[in-house]
């Protein structure tokens, strides 16, 4: 029985320990030296006293931040991801929140990190090398993990505005991973590209599958998704044939047409979660790589990256929505009513989940914890608890589940209750325009439209086409064209920003 996400890299490493393991385009890993970096790392931190804590871990992602991950395994404590662009006054909060004072860092945000925090400071190529105890040490140290300990923390923003630290336990990631290999057929064959952010939880896919099966990881470079034909050269150039990525990165390159010049000429699984993926775009990819397997994965932080998948099987028009799918192995997933009950086929309901993947809570914050992880309605017999995502699904006649929106996203709206989701469906069905965000105005009592155009468009066309596909009630009344959409660190439309904007 595995009992803690190490044992991954173990057995990997002794399979394959002159395989790359990391490229982040500055620096390559092997799996042995990955190993020995990270058993370096942890052996010191053993010698701290540290034991089951969250441990900050402060640098760009790629080889080192990759290395502190499993080096922080092997000590028996918990890393905590933390995005080294984010403003001091959040970095404080994580900081109050998490009460640790450790943090890891490299040489190149050394300096950085120094100008505002006061604790200590580890700096990873400071660590003299490890004693040969250190495998009894380490070995000793993961005696006493069980399966259900933390394996890391990811801060993700709060409706309060300030950050909520979720936690994931070991057999959280276990259970997914080893789901995720039988399901897509991932080994040591497989070149993995990266595109989220280290401490965003979509790369817990890339970061243990690749931990898992001797697949090679490639950590692209932020700025490549800016420049998608240069991003095509080094798909190519490394060979990548599997991506998990935010759907805006599919869409940005659909909407660039660069499928007709340039192909990632090894693709052969395309994987995408984090928000809505638009049909029209995933048609554009369907057409240009129709041998490609396409998946749409669904989850929030709190269920270990993702508890339902789609692997996408049949046609679908433009405007129509793509299923989120049904349960992975070992998730059980719920549609319940506004008065707690299973929701009946086609009645929309808030999608929960129980099993092995729920998060253990928020890190320092039972209050939180207490409002969204509560019991299941539907069992009076035991202790079950269930996490209510706030997303709003239903079940179609495949027996496949269909997101609609956020519950925070449905609008009363003259009378009408209406999901922004299903409008912005609608508009790309006209064929129109490229992207879109729609946002409601509370104040002037308006629906609001922000998209990106390749042509000129007038709005009447746009009102008139749009009819095809809802009533006239949730037609939007505001238009605003963009150059380009505002995006959130993690590579979703920022929302929040847009909303800021109306009142411009």
Known sequence: MQLNVTQYLDRTAALYPDKIAVDDTKKVLTFGQLKRQAQNIATCLIALGVKNKPLAVFMQKGCDMTASFAAIGYSGNFYVPIDTKSPESRLKSIFDSLGSEIILTNKENLDKLKSFYTGEIICIEEIPECAASSAQLIAHALGAVIDTDPVYSIFTSGSTGNPKGVVISHRGVVDYIDWAISTFSVDEHTVIANQAPFYFDNSTLDLYLMFATGAKLLVVPEEYYAFPARLMDLLNQSQVNFVFWVPFVLINIANYKLLEQKKPEYLEKVLFAGEVMPNKHLNY????????????????????????????DREF??????????????????????????????????????????ALGYYNDPEKTAKVFVQNPLNTHYPELIYRTGDVVFRNDRDEFIYVGRKDFQIKHNGYRIELGEIENAVLGTGLVETVCVVYDKENKEIVLFYQAEAEITIGLLRKEMLQFVPKYMVPTKYRRLDEMPLTANGKIDRLKLSRQIAE
């Open 285 to 312: 990819w369907r057409k240009h790589l129709p041998h490609c397997l396409y998946a749409n994965l669904y989850g929030p932080t709190e269920i270990t990256v993702d508890c339902t998948y789609y692997i996408v």
């Open 317 to 358: 028009s433009d405007e129509e929505s793509l299923p989120i799918g049904k349960a992975c192995r070992n998730s059980g997933v719920l549609i319940l009513t506004d008065e707690g009950k299973e929701a009946l086929a086609n009645e929309p309901g808030e999608l929960c989940v129980r099993g092995s993947s729920l």
